[in-house]
Structure formats: C-alpha cells, structure tokens
C-alpha cells in the first residue's frame, strides 16, 4: 500500500462523485501459521495491507469526507478470542478498532461517524484459502446457528452504518458473528 494510490481513489472519487460522503475500508488480507514460520515479507505485506493501507485511508477521508458523512472498517471478530495459527493477521488487524475509536473523537464535531464491523468466518474464498474441512467445521460448531456467516450477514449492517438513521452510534465495533465470539 502506498499513500499515493489511496491519495489517488479519493481524487477520482471527489472527480467523478462530486465529493466523498462513505469510506468503507474493506481490504484485508489474511496468512495462517504460526510466528514463527513468518518471512519478514509475509508479515510487512500482511501489515501493509491490514494496517498502513487503512491509514492512509483514514488520513484521506480525515480531510476529504463531508460533513455528515461516515466511514466504516473491517474489522475480524478474532479481535475477541484467539485461534492457532492468526497471531499475526489478528495482530495486523487490531489497530482497526484503536482507529475507529479514536477517530470517532476526532471527527465527531463535523457529524462524521466512524465505525467498524467484526465479522466472524464468512463462507468467502478469503476464510477458505487458509482452512481445511476440519477447522472449518470446527468454526461453523461455534456459530449459533450451526453455520458459516454469508456476506449477506454483514452488509445489511455496512448498509445501517452508512445511513444517516446511524448517527447516534459512533466510535463502536459491531461483533456481526452469529454469537461465535462475543465480548
């Protein structure tokens, strides 16, 4: 990630929309094993993607969002447990719920919101990349409905958060999970 590429999407977006009302900082990506068998291009790529990529983000929007407007993270549910294998994707993914909160403070007074959503496994080809049919069962044991989340889970809470009916929720972490972790 580099912060002439982000600088770049909110120029185009400002050009072809007129001005930037909804950031939603959905990109992620994800390696399971343990520390120890991280390259040190593994775990900057895993950073610069899950981290430094939603800063530059956050940075952008900080000064190009309209007032009233609302931005909104991915977060992981890992967030609130642990699993073999995620130390350094959950790890690289932390800071989304630091961001959210702190930012919330910064930009409450133009009426922006900031939140993120923390799914848990969504039956995606991300979550099926670094699982076998074991741990995937094992995930979907956790589920309170016996089931993998769908996408369709999570965007009707991305929709929520992007209207103006959600003004009054600012600075929180949605746990969308289907009660596979709760905190």
Do not use: C
């Amino acid at each position: 990630m580099h912060p002439a590429n982000i600088k770049r999407l909110f120029d185009e977006a400002e050009s072809t929309f007129g001005g930037i009302d909804i950031v939603v900082n959905n990109a992620g990506a994800i390696i399971k094993k343990p520390i120890a068998d991280f390259t040190d291009e593994e775990f900057e790529r895993l950073n610069a993607i899950n981290n430094r990529g939603l800063f530059y983000s956050l940075r952008e929007a900080s000064t190009r969002l309209r007032d009233g407007g609302r931005i909104i993270n991915n977060a992981t549910s890992l967030l609130a447990g642990a699993a073999p294998g995620y130390a350094i994707y959950g790890g690289t993914k932390a800071p989304v719920e630091e961001y959210t909160r702190m930012q919330a403070k910064e930009l409450g007074g133009r009426g922006i919101t900031v939140n993120s959503v923390a799914p848990g496994p969504i039956d995606t080809p991300f979550l099926h990349a670094e699982e076998n049919e074991g741990s995937t069962a094992y995930a979907t044991s956790l589920f309170t409905e016996n089931r993998l989340g769908t996408v369709n889970d999570i965007a009707p809470v991305v929709s929520f958060l992007a209207q103006a009916e959600s003004g009054w929720v600012n600075g929180q972490t949605l746990w969308i999970n289907g009660g596979y972790l709760t905190r």
